[in-house]
């Protein structure tokens, strides 16, 4: 099948590459512009971009598909390669009818929930910090809405209770891989069902903010624990930040006021309603990231100081 394909972060470049690896044809790469990045501002291609250079693929980067002359200059390419189908994988732009309606066998996405629930920009984080224990990959048919198309395909995955955002995001990168081979074929078969959203099961992912990530002691442990897993969480410590990569929730149940250190061995600290969260890997400002043993090493803790002061 002709494919264009389209995506921008790391969670598309398993997908673009397994559709190449199964022989399709990639006739293009659209992706988002390179953006600067550090302190002089260097501008770097995406993930997506930088697999398909290395394929030799062709590679576009419009600001916009959907006004401007970047967008008509856009739509007249597609236009020209007439693909079968285009596949769109976390690209971070939203198509216009014109373009869903240009292919052959339409858009399909890869989206990394279980539609309809956790539509939008951040449904593996959202899954983590609310607590599900299952997700998976929707493939679907594109519509104008935001992830409301129809359903083609789906695969899940259950969700590990001390799995981070990073390490989901990979199972889920494969898991997406793996479906849109299979889909493909099927597709131009017609042996796919499409299956409508049942729009009043739906839930919206939000796009993450900064102040998510803060660790608020007065909230359960269990709580901060899928804070920690899903963000990345900081609070202060001796008048410096410390961010949080991994977390357990403790056993140790304490009377403590929320953000007292219980345990100075273990770097435990008191949460909310009683509970207890024990810190396994941090980064404190001004130093390096490491597991929390080799932390304590060269830093003594204090049984009742406070955090987030």
Do not use: W
């Given at each position: 099948?002709?494919?264009?394909?389209?995506?921008?972060?790391?969670?598309?470049?398993?997908?673009?590459?397994?559709?190449?690896?199964?022989?399709?044809?990639?006739?293009?790469?659209?992706?988002?512009?390179?953006?600067?990045?550090?302190?002089?501002?260097?501008?770097?291609?995406?993930?997506?971009?930088?697999?398909?250079?290395?394929?030799?693929?062709?590679?576009?980067?419009?600001?916009?598909?959907?006004?401007?002359?970047?967008?008509?200059?856009?739509?007249?390419?597609?236009?020209?390669?007439?693909?079968?189908?285009?596949?769109?994988?976390?690209?971070?732009?939203?198509?216009?009818?014109?373009?869903?309606?240009?292919?052959?066998?339409?858009?399909?996405?890869?989206?990394a929930s279980l539609l309809p629930k956790y539509r939008g920009a951040a449904p593996i984080q959202h899954v983590i910090l609310d607590g599900e224990t299952e997700t998976g990959v929707t493939i679907m048919q594109m519509a104008?809405?935001?992830?409301?198309?129809?359903?083609?395909?789906?695969?899940?995955?259950?969700i590990g209770g001390n799995e981070t955002a990073s390490e989901l995001h990979d199972r889920l990168a494969a898991l997406g891989a793996e479906l849109i081979v299979q889909a493909m074929p099927a597709l131009e078969a017609g042996?796919?069902?499409?299956?409508?959203?049942?729009?009043?099961?739906?839930?919206?992912?939000?796009?993450?903010?900064?102040?998510?990530?803060?660790?608020?002691?007065?909230?359960?442990?269990?709580?901060?624990?899928?804070?920690?897993?899903?963000?990345?969480?900081?609070?202060?410590?001796?008048?410096?930040?410390?961010?949080?990569?991994?977390?357990?929730?403790?056993?140790?149940?304490?009377?403590?006021?929320?953000?007292?250190?219980?345990?100075?061995?273990?770097?435990?600290?008191?949460?909310?309603?009683?509970?207890?969260?024990?810190?396994?890997?941090?980064?404190?400002?001004?130093?390096?990231?490491?597991?929390?043993?080799?932390?304590?090493?060269?830093?003594?803790?204090?049984?009742?100081?406070?955090?987030?002061?």
């Amino acid at each position: 099948m002709k494919i264009v394909f389209m995506g921008t972060p790391d969670f598309a470049v398993a997908p673009l590459e397994a559709l190449a690896n199964a022989g399709h044809e990639i006739a293009a790469v659209f992706t988002q512009p390179d953006k600067p990045n550090g302190r002089k501002m260097k501008l770097v291609p995406s993930p997506v971009k930088t697999a398909a250079l290395d394929r030799g693929l062709p590679v576009y980067q419009p600001t916009s598909l959907r006004k401007g002359e970047d967008a008509e200059e856009a739509f007249r390419t597609l236009e020209e390669i007439a693909p079968d189908c285009i596949v769109v994988a976390a690209y971070g732009q939203i198509l216009p009818k014109r373009v869903l309606e240009l292919p052959k066998f339409g858009c399909v996405n890869i989206h990394a929930s279980l539609l309809p629930k956790y539509r939008g920009a951040a449904p593996i984080q959202h899954v983590i910090l609310d607590g599900e224990t299952e997700t998976g990959v929707t493939i679907m048919q594109m519509a104008e809405g935001l992830d409301t198309g129809d359903m083609l395909l789906k695969g899940a995955i259950p969700i590990g209770g001390n799995e981070t955002a990073s390490e989901l995001h990979d199972r889920l990168a494969a898991l997406g891989a793996e479906l849109i081979v299979q889909a493909m074929p099927a597709l131009e078969a017609g042996t796919l069902t499409p299956e409508v959203q049942d729009d009043s099961l739906s839930c919206y992912a939000s796009m993450i903010t900064k102040g998510m990530s803060a660790l608020d002691f007065a909230r359960p442990a269990i709580e901060l624990h899928r804070v920690i897993c899903a963000l990345t969480g900081f609070t202060t410590f001796e008048g410096k930040r410390l961010k949080v990569y991994r977390s357990l929730v403790a056993n140790t149940k304490t009377d403590a006021e929320p953000g007292t250190i219980i345990d100075e061995n273990s770097f435990t600290v008191a949460c909310g309603n009683g509970t207890s969260l024990t810190f396994t890997e941090v980064q404190l400002e001004g130093s390096k990231r490491m597991q929390t043993t080799d932390f304590l090493r060269g830093k003594k803790l204090t049984r009742g100081a406070k955090l987030g002061e």
